[in-house]
């Protein structure tokens, strides 16, 4: 890769996308370059992404048959309990992202986002305008057809559970001030070619018990809510009468008056107290995997527990995450003797239960940008699109990824060249 990426270049390629978010935060976000790699380590990241995918969704069946004291121990919210057993569709999560991190041999699970993952716009769309400026194949073709498919029959899945036969109202919805947020979800709304519109949050209404009405007073039959997460919604109070609104919609949800994508049990796999069930039954030898799973979850999973004593007792670096948070808000890493080396400045979410992660090192790579060649580490995310593998691609940080990262696009090689 050069050393600089041409300034001007960049900008007039972006500019072509007015509706996507080259920079973030006032600074650039997107990288002008594409990052070669073979097309066998697309099909072990694909790989390894249905693996663990298949993992948590079998653990999903679990998480449903928990007592509610459990599940709050696992972190969940209370107010989120009368809703964690739902399932309206088949797929545990229409959307989801794996993030990834390779090491020498294979590749290690971090986390999987399962309710709200952002990311979208990026690798179905925009890793494939950047490969075709650079002349490389896009490891990501086909792969939006497929999502705009996935979406479409979501939609129809879920209103067919509220056992309805006339065309449902379908609404998309974001905080409307988020740029990136309304994007993604205009992008999801034009991909999935169905007759819906785009409501902002705030221009939602609820009759308590009744419906969820569009802003036009019109009863909502499917809420799409890409990223709108559940335990900020459980918080969503009116402005005005200071009823909570939020748990009304869950209730609308529950009642079968309402559907809501993603469905709330890709919300049960958010928590990444998840993890510390998985390795717990691990560690057992539990015969609820088997042996081929047991020799997955060894594999691609990072020891998790709900307390750091087993890391402190091997003497072993760890990871403090907090069972619900976001671009590595509040995230800390702590040395074997316990003391704390390196934290997240930002500590949104410490108020929830926390769970403690084998360290493992993100690789490092040279990279340009506009402002000269950067050093970063390099983190993996892979979709995953009814729980099967999709597109996938690389964001570049700090050890502790977080908002500010960079995305850079993937390719193949042309063969032909």
């Known amino acids: 890769m050069g050393e600089q990426a041409n300034q001007t270049s960049r900008d007039d390629f972006y500019a072509k996308y007015p509706t996507f978010w080259s920079y973030l935060y006032g600074q650039e976000y997107a990288l002008f370059t594409c ?27 679990i998480l449903r048959e928990l007592d509610e004291v459990t599940l709050l121990e696992l972190g969940y919210p209370k107010e989120t309990i009368p809703f964690l ?81 006339e065309f449902p109202n ?103 107290a998840v993890q510390a069930i998985i390795w717990g039954l691990h560690e057992q030898n539990s015969d609820y995997f088997t042996q081929e799973e047991h020799q997955w979850i060894g594999e691609y999973f990072l020891a998790t527990y709900l307390e750091p004593a087993p890391f402190l007792a091997a003497g072993k670096k760890y990871v403090e995450k907090p069972t619900f948070g976001r671009e590595g808000d509040s995230v800390k890493i702590y040395a074997p003797s316990g003391e704390k080396v390196e934290e997240d400045p930002n500590n949104s979410y410490v108020d929830y239960v926390q769970v403690y992660q084998e360290y493992i090192d993100l690789p490092k790579i040279v990279f340009p940008t506009t402002n000269g060649e950067k050093e970063g580490h390099m983190m993996i995310g892979c979709f995953l699109i009814n729980e ?11 050890q502790i990824i977080d908002n500010l990262s960079y995305f850079m696009p993937v390719g193949f090689k042309d063969t032909k060249e």
């Open 388 to 398: 099967q593998a999709s597109a996938f691609g690389y964001r570049l940080g700090k």
């Open 35 to 61: 990052h070669e790699i073979e097309q066998a380590e697309a099909a072990h990241i694909r790989t390894v992404t249905n693996r663990v995918g298949r993992i948590f969704s079998k653990t999903a069946r």
């Open 85 to 165: 057993k739902i399932k309206s569709i088949e797929a545990e999560s229409v959307i989801s992202r794996v993030d990834l991190v390779k090491t020498n041999h294979t590749y290690k699970v971090l986390e999987i986002n399962s309710d709200t993952p952002t990311f979208i716009k990026e690798l179905f769309l925009m890793n494939g305008e950047v490969c075709k400026e650079f002349q490389r194949l896009n490891p990501n073709d086909n792969e939006e057809e497929r999502l705009g498919r996935a979406v479409k029959n979501a939609i129809f899945e879920s209103y067919q559970a509220l056992e309805k036969k």
């Open 170 to 272: 379908i609404v998309f919805t974001s905080h409307e001030e988020n740029f990136e947020d309304k994007q993604t979800l205009l992008y999801l709304k034009d991909l999935c070619k169905l007759p819906s519109q785009y409501v902002p949050l705030d221009k939602l209404q609820i009759m308590e018990g009744e419906a969820l009405l569009d802003a036009e007073g019109r009863r909502i039959d499917v809420l799409y809510r890409q990223t709108f997460p559940i335990e900020s919604l459980i918080l969503d109070k009116d402005g005005a009468t200071g009823a909570n609104v939020g748990l009304q919609l869950l209730e609308l949800v529950r009642q079968n008056k309402l559907a809501v994508i993603n469905p709330l049990s890709a919300f049960l796999l958010q928590s990444k």
